[in-house]
């Protein structure tokens, strides 16, 4: 208890000096042709983050002091049908790894890496093609940029198949058709990737694909937003796919937010449920079915958001034990997505195992 209490005031003291940082907003980077047709824009994304974590044997408190997200983002036109984004990143940057035969001690050093790079051709909102290292359309989670994301991350189980099928947190290389037909209330995305490529580079190619419905129009942008802090009114329902070889992947998502007191007041609220199965050709990648419950509520003219966000997974194989994560915390949006604070306190649970709890502080700053 003493040990949590000394924590906790460092944490405070955290979130104070992080709160005392924050500035107004101020214009993007932007440089344009004589023209006005061609532009480039700059940016950046950084994440500074506290984790307290209890241990597995339940005698003490893992802190970690790190940079969850360090990005640098460029993107631009270069005339209106050819557009272009690339970013890159080093994750976790400072981290050391809580679970124990890891390098006990060892932090992470950093790898700066190309995070997501692609060029897009388009014919107006109706058909477009993404080309290059793009983030495949599993579902409505684990395609939001995560710059824009409700609670302090993504859920925990959502990117599962990376590793088994060669992404780079749910990316990969591939083409992408996507478009927003019958006056922006459709979404489609199919996309085909390298995925597994075997030996000689044999095996057959990764379709992913998706599809949504949006009842009061689409959200047009590469990258879906996690919240608009219940400022806008919007709603989609998905359902998604993802084959190569006998592996598959299915899922389906709600997601919906609304303003509410007169809009002063705003709730946002996502589902999402994906079914893994990586059969013979990822084996790694077991049958399992993922759920991810979400929601906040805004409140003070959509400065600060109560959440919530549960994620669980439930394996086929009634052998190995499930698991799952609850966090609750506070999003502070000091300069709405640009600058945000978030606080969370949440467990771990694994069958046959002690729940582990966790506490997280996340200071964001983001320009772009």
């Not at 339940?58 to 969850?68: A, E, H, K, M």
Request: net charge positive; glycine share 10%; charged share 20%.
């Amino acid at each position: 208890m003493c040990s949590w209490n000394r924590l906790l005031g460092v944490l405070t003291l955290t979130m104070c000096a992080l709160a005392a940082a924050a500035r107004p907003a101020s214009a993007q980077w932007l440089l344009e042709s004589k023209d006005g047709k061609a532009s480039l824009k700059i940016g950046f994304l950084i994440q500074p983050q506290m984790e307290l974590l209890e241990t597995v044997d339940q005698t003490g408190v893992s802190t970690n002091f790190f940079l969850r997200r360090l990005r640098v983002l460029l993107g631009g036109t270069i005339d209106e049908r050819w557009s272009f984004f690339f970013e890159t990143d080093s994750p976790n940057l400072g981290k050391t790894n809580p679970n124990p035969g890891s390098g006990p001690g060892l932090k992470d050093q950093g790898d700066i890496f190309v995070q997501d790079a692609y060029l897009t051709y388009s014919r107006g909102s109706a058909f477009k093609v993404d080309a290059g290292m793009i983030m495949l359309p599993h579902c409505r989670n684990g395609t939001q940029s995560a710059a824009t994301l409700l609670a302090v991350d993504y859920g925990p189980f959502t990117f599962l198949d990376s590793a088994p099928g060669g992404e780079r947190v749910g990316r990969d290389y591939g083409v992408q058709l996507r478009g927003y037909p019958a006056n922006q209330r459709f979404e489609y995305r199919l996309a085909v990737s390298q995925g597994v490529r075997g030996v000689e580079a044999r095996n057959p190619v990764r379709v992913t694909g998706r599809a949504v419905y949006y009842p009061f129009g689409a959200e047009t942008g590469f990258f879906y937003a996690g919240t608009f802090q219940g400022t806008k009114r919007q709603a989609g329902f998905g359902v998604g796919f993802d084959a190569q070889e006998d592996a598959r992947m299915f899922s389906a998502d709600a997601f919906f937010e609304t303003p509410l007191a007169d809009r002063r007041q705003g709730l946002t609220l996502q589902l999402n449920w994906m079914r893994y199965d990586g059969a013979t050709f990822m084996p790694a990648l077991a049958k399992q079915d993922v759920y991810l419950v979400e929601a906040g509520y805004h409140l003070l003219n959509h400065r600060l958001s109560p959440f919530v966000q549960y994620q669980a997974r439930r394996f086929a194989d009634r052998g190995t034990p499930d698991q799952d994560s609850l966090q609750a915390g506070l999003a502070w949006w000091l300069a709405g997505h640009n600058r945000s604070l978030k606080l969370s306190a949440g467990r771990q649970h694994t069958d046959g195992q002690p729940d582990r709890s966790q506490l997280l502080v996340q200071f964001q700053l983001f320009y772009y």
